[in-house]
Nanobody, 119 residues
Framework: QVQLVESGGGLVQPGGSLRLSCAASGVIFSSYLMGWFRQAPGKQRELVATISSGGSTNHVDSVQGRFTISRDNAKNTVYLQMNSLRPEDTAVYYC?????????????WGQGTQVTVSS
């Protein structure tokens, strides 16, 4: 059974930092593309960052230079270091594991962790 369990969310002041973690079980972690998504109230879920099995990363423009995704394949864990947080970063953050297969990719999701940026 595949499980993705996020942790590390919370309330932080603008300009502060948080580190999210996502622990995976039930998958061959190293073979999955891992990603972080977020969903703010009343908005669609959006991509934040991805990291390939080989460590190549992609961050969307809105978080470039502030957020960093990383992974530890030995610990089956992916991280999202978030610095210089802004109120607009407030959202539920979801961990995603994707394996590309024909005809459609296989996706797994965590339950989400709330991040609130407010003074």
């Amino acid at each position: 059974q595949v499980q993705l369990v996020e942790s590390g969310g919370g309330l932080v002041q603008p300009g502060g930092s948080l580190r999210l973690s996502c622990a995976a079980s039930g998958v061959i972690f190293s073979s999955y593309l891992m990603g972080w998504f977020r969903q703010a109230p009343g908005k669609q879920r959006e991509l934040v960052a991805t990291i390939s099995s080989g460590g190549s990363t992609n961050h969307v423009d809105s978080v470039q230079g502030r957020f960093t995704i990383s992974r530890d394949n030995a610990k089956n864990t992916v991280y999202l270091q978030m610095n210089s947080l802004r109120p607009e970063d407030t959202a539920v953050y979801y961990c995603n594991a994707r394996r590309y297969q024909y005809p459609i990719p296989l996706d797994y999701w965590g339950q989400g962790t709330q991040v609130t940026v407010s003074s």
